[in-house]
């Protein structure tokens, strides 16, 4: 089984609607991060969490909101969506004492 | 300007090619620099990884690091059509206060094909 997990894969929503994409890791790892991926512009940061009480903004965060659950599970929610959202989500997970982040396999989203 | 400028590419060259992946930086407080490789639909994996300025080997890949330029690269010898792919480089500062790695910059990342 996949060490990084996001769900959906692939969502298609409306402009102004809300929505939530889930990563989960089994890793163990304390830090996780949301990145989003556009072409040409690489892998943004948009929020971080080094344990489940730290949250934080990362370059690109106006428009997203965030929630750590758990350990293991970190939520990304676009509160109103936009056309320009619409991009590769990456969800990752690393330790504390590693330079390595584990990517899980992306949700591609699209805002009409 | 980005912290971290990549070369776009895109890059298509012969199987057997010599492959030359390119970044520039400006911020002087990265400290580590590593590459990652994205096969299409799915996400980013640690390729390579250094933290000092000069050239660390892989096989087949090898990293150059020159801090005094700013500058890094990745080199692919004998390149197959299995590396097709698209190649992040990324850089991390130290967290100055204990033993933890900052958080990843990354580059615009280069969409390499190698053709049969």
């Known amino acids: 089984d996949a060490d990084v997990t996001q769900t959906p894969r692939n969502r298609i929503t409306k402009t102004g609607k809300r929505i939530m994409l889930e990563c989960s890791q089994t890793?163990?790892?304390?830090?996780m991060y949301w990145y989003r991926q556009d072409p040409g512009l690489g892998l943004r940061l948009i929020y971080y969490?080094?344990?489940?009480?730290?949250?934080n903004k990362g370059e690109i965060s106006d428009g997203y909101s965030v929630s750590r659950q758990a350990q293991a599970k970190f939520s990304l929610s676009l509160e109103s969506a936009i056309p320009n959202q619409t991009a590769l989500y990456f969800c990752?997970?690393?330790?504390?004492?590693?330079?390595?982040?584990?990517f899980g396999p992306g949700t591609r989203l699209t805002v009409t | 300007q980005k912290e971290v400028e990549q070369d776009p590419g895109p890059l298509s060259v012969p199987e057997g090619a010599i492959v030359s992946l390119n970044c520039t930086y400006s911020?002087?407080?990265?400290?580590?620099f590593m590459w990652y490789r994205q096969y299409s639909r799915k996400g980013p994996e640690l390729l390579m990884y250094?933290?000092?300025?000069g050239n660390k080997e892989d096989g087949r890949f090898t990293a150059q690091v020159d801090k005094s330029s700013k500058y890094i690269s990745l080199f692919i010898r004998d390149s197959q059509p299995s590396d097709s792919a698209t190649y992040l480089c990324?850089?991390?500062?130290?967290?100055?206060?204990?033993?933890?790695?900052?958080?990843?910059?990354f580059g615009q990342g280069t969409i390499l094909t190698v053709h049969p």
């Open positions: 990752a997970t690393s330790d504390p004492d590693s330079y390595e982040q584990y």
């Open positions: 890793k163990g790892h304390d830090r």
């Open positions: 969490s080094f344990d489940v009480k730290d949250i």
């Open positions: 911020n002087s407080a990265f400290q580590y």
């Open positions: 250094t933290y000092s300025s």
């Open positions: 990324a850089m991390s500062e130290y967290n100055a206060g204990g033993t933890s790695y900052g958080k990843l910059t």
